[in-house]
């Protein structure tokens, strides 16, 4: 194929995903270590024989994990098999205390999934081969600069063992920007189940397949058929650690990869290092295949049988199911009922807010006032979840009509978040109780006494000089009034 000719080609892109899922438990995988990093923790001190693969330690299997692992194959309406066992997935690493992985090979725990998310106002499904449980490594830490630059690197192997669920999709993306969609529905609907916390380090972490095919082998629908798939090399990215990690990484390497056939020169199979800080992908190694890992049963850990666990192990309503509930339970808009799913949190405190006041009083001050606040200073709900009696609190004084909502959001709600007080502390503290209905008759009387120049707009039709005479009503009780009432007693005022 000449230049000219590979800088005419139309080329389609292809995605597929592994995603790795830090499962929320309080021991690791097979052995009882605790999963939970203390704040001064020392690197290697929360370790034992098994996780450190020391000779004679024998593993032991986390009950919770596993249960986790079913949660997440009922929400991805994935088939669990009668049987499913552990492998041994044989590579040397530094950060690999054993020299090999326990991990699933041919019997996973979960297969032939799905997951559907919403994309540029569209919604899409993604079909998820498989996902299975193995452990964590350890990590390295690259002194002096990164991968390829570092003067030396340390390990440390407290994360070593900790309970991981490997979710492998079909090659069904189109874009990076569908993957960054797909990971952010995927997040969601793990928290919900409650076997995932997106807060820890390391939590969500994504190695990406990607290569480029000609336009015209994608059918409809995005269908590729396997001969092209088989024909087209194939980079993995990998050091992928968040949504919009990925979508950096994918367009990058995706124009990387479009610009070299474009030359006429070959991609190569290999696998790549995603650099965050540099925002480009390096190239680690030849791509290995599964050979390559010498894969064969784990001796220590005998079949586990789990085929009735997705009939006893419940799971909670999953953000799509509730997203519709709000809609026709409390009447919100859609736009509404996104923003008060977006998380588990959010959507059950707005309940709680829901049930003791007006539901459409409740979705404004959760979705609008609190999540606006929240995200302006870049804090998550979680942060004050013991304060949020705080915030029903101040949606009680509004309701009750005890303050403006202006003042509310303006004053109260701001001063919470920034200083930390509570609600009633402020209010009394700046004075803004509403003012009584005779002492706002009396302000508006004032501002029409001592604004003739207003008055006389008004009555030639000015339509900011209603504006004018509220403002000096709303000036004048210290903001305490509520505008509304103002309008209309100052209209009510000037018609006379």
């Known amino acids: 194929m000449t230049a000219q000719t590979a800088r005419s080609r139309d080329l389609a892109t292809v995605i597929g995903l ?8 309080d021991t690791k995988i097979f052995c009882g270590c605790s999963t939970e990093p203390a704040d001064d923790e020392e690197p290697n001190s929360r370790t034992c ?7 004679g330690a024998l593993p032991v299997l986390n009950e919770a994990a596993v249960a986790a692992a079913v949660k997440v194959g009922k929400a991805i309406d994935a088939s669990i098999p009668e049987e499913t066992r552990f492998h041994r997935k044989n590579y040397y690493y530094p950060d690999l205390p054993k020299n090999f992985q326990i991990t699933q090979y041919d019997a996973p725990i979960c297969q032939d999934g799905e997951l559907a998310f919403g994309v540029e106002g569209e919604e899409r499904a993604v079909a998820i081969r498989r996902a299975h ?3 964590d490594p350890g990590s390295l830490q690259h002194v002096g600069g990164g991968i390829d630059t570092a003067d030396y690197t340390l390990v440390d192997y407290n994360r070593a063992g900790t309970p991981l669920m490997e979710i492998v999709t079909e090659p069904d993306f189109r874009s ?26 390391g939590s969500l972490r994504v190695d990406a397949n990607l290569s480029m095919v ?23 990215v990998k050091n992928i650690s968040s949504h919009t990690g990925a979508e950096k990484a994918l367009a990058y390497e995706q124009s990387r990869q479009k610009n070299a ?12 290092h995603w650099d965050e800080s540099k925002g480009v992908t390096l190239s680690m190694r030849t791509k290995e295949e599964e050979k390559d890992y010498r894969y064969f049963r784990e001796a220590d850990l005998p079949p586990l049988r789990v085929a009735d666990w997705k ?3 419940a799971i909670p309503e999953l953000p799509a199911a509730r997203r519709e509930r709000f809609r026709g339970e409390y009447g919100l808009s859609r736009e509404a009922a996104d923003k008060l799913t977006s998380t588990k949190q959010v959507a059950d405190f707005f309940e709680e807010v829901a049930e003791a006041f007006d539901p459409n009083l409740a979705a404004t001050w959760v979705a609008d006032e609190l999540l606006g606040e929240l995200n302006y200073r870049d804090i998550h709900v979680t942060d004050i979840e013991g304060r949020l009696d705080e915030v029903t609190r101040l949606v009680e004084l509004v309701a009750a009509d005890e303050i403006t909502a202006k003042n509310a959001r303006e004053t109260v709600l701001r001063g919470m978040l920034d200083d930390g007080d509570a609600p009633d ?30 008055v006389a707009d008004y009555h030639a039709g000015e339509d900011g000089a209603l504006n004018f005479l509220v403002g000096q009503v709303m000036q004048s009780t210290g903001g305490s009034a509520d505008p509304g009432t103002v309008n209309e007693l100052l209209r009510e005022e000037l018609e006379d």
């Open 18 to 25: 592994e995603v790795h899922v830090q499962l929320e438990t």
């Open 49 to 55: 024989p098994v996780c450190l693969g020391l000779p």
């Open 133 to 135: 449980l193995e452990e």
């Open 176 to 201: 990076p920007g569908e993957v960054r969609a797909f990971l952010a529905k995927l997040e969601e609907v793990l928290e919900y189940l409650g076997v995932f916390d997106a807060t820890r380090d």
């Open 214 to 236: 000609d336009a015209d082998a994608v059918g409809e629908g995005g269908a590729i058929d396997a001969a092209t798939l088989e024909d087209a090399n194939r980079t993995e």
């Open 261 to 272: 056939i474009q030359r006429g020169a070959d991609v190569e199979q290999e696998t790549r």
């Open 311 to 313: 009939e006893r192990i």
């Open 425 to 454: 502390e402020i209010v009394e503290r700046e004075g803004l109780g509403k003012t009584g209905d005779d002492e706002v008759a009396a302000a508006v009387r004032e501002a029409i006494d001592e604004n003739s120049d207003a």
